[in-house]
């Protein structure tokens, strides 16, 4: 089974920062990574999905980067309704998803 | 647009199965895999299986085989997932989600009590 860590297990920021958050697998993964965004009463949102290709709808403030087992999501500017937590989700080997980051205020 | 509702919140005594249902539209059914996810209170998200609409073809993680069973009727775009043997620590919100796409439907709760 891959194992995605994610780290940090949470992200202190202020609107309008930048927010910088990883994901390492256990063994490559190529470019299959994806990010969602997941607040309470919500489903799953899906940001990126192949280590950089924003999913439809979703604002450039994120971008997503890396290949093989390290990888990165970065919010330019955060705003207000982006603080949750962010879950990655690889689908090279059957499908996982990193333990999160909470981004919060 | 495409649209995934499932069926309402369920409580189970532990021991019992329960069946949640995805009822696909506005799009292809047997054009897109679903997928299974579930996130259990102050937990994260944890994937439980992927089943093909075309031939009802499944997978699962090692740690859901054998008491986790998906299926599909394409006669009513609907698929379900079927946990047995509940215990407390499956009281969760479940998820269905396209594969390969931002949709998923609003999540079930399953609270198992006794």
């Known amino acids: 089974e891959i194992v995605l860590t994610q780290s940090p297990a949470t992200l202190s920021l202020s609107p309008g920062e930048r927010a910088t958050l990883s994901c390492r697998a256990s063994?490559?993964?190529?470019?299959?990574l994806a990010w969602y965004q997941k607040k309470p009463g919500q489903a799953p949102r899906l940001l990126i999905y192949?280590?950089?290709k924003r999913a439809t709808g979703i604002p450039a403030r994120f971008s997503g980067s890396g290949s093989g087992t390290n990888f990165t999501l970065t919010i330019s500017s955060l705003e207000p309704e982006d603080f949750a937590v962010y879950y990655c989700?690889?689908?090279?080997?059957?499908?996982?998803f990193g333990q999160g980051t909470k981004v919060e205020i | 647009q495409v649209h995934l509702v499932q069926s309402g919140a369920e409580v189970k005594q532990p021991g019992a199965s329960v069946k949640i249902s995805c009822r696909a539209s506005?799009?292809?059914?047997?054009?897109?895999?679903l997928h299974w996810v579930r996130q259990a209170p102050g937990q994260g998200l944890e994937w439980m299986g992927i089943?093909?609409?075309?031939?009802?073809?499944?997978t699962y993680p090692q740690k859901f085989q054998g008491r986790v069973t998906l299926t599909r009727d394409t006669s009513t775009s609907t698929f379900y997932m079927e946990l047995s043997s509940l215990r407390s620590e499956d009281t969760a919100v479940y998820y269905c989600?396209?594969?390969?796409?931002?949709?998923w439907g609003q999540g079930t709760l399953v609270t198992v009590s006794s």
């Open positions: 989600g396209r594969d390969r796409s931002a949709d």
């Open positions: 089943i093909n609409p075309r031939d009802g073809g499944t």
């Open positions: 506005g799009y292809t059914f047997t054009s897109y895999s």
């Open positions: 063994q490559s993964v190529t470019i299959y």
């Open positions: 989700q690889q689908r090279t080997n059957l499908y996982t």
């Open positions: 192949d280590a950089s």
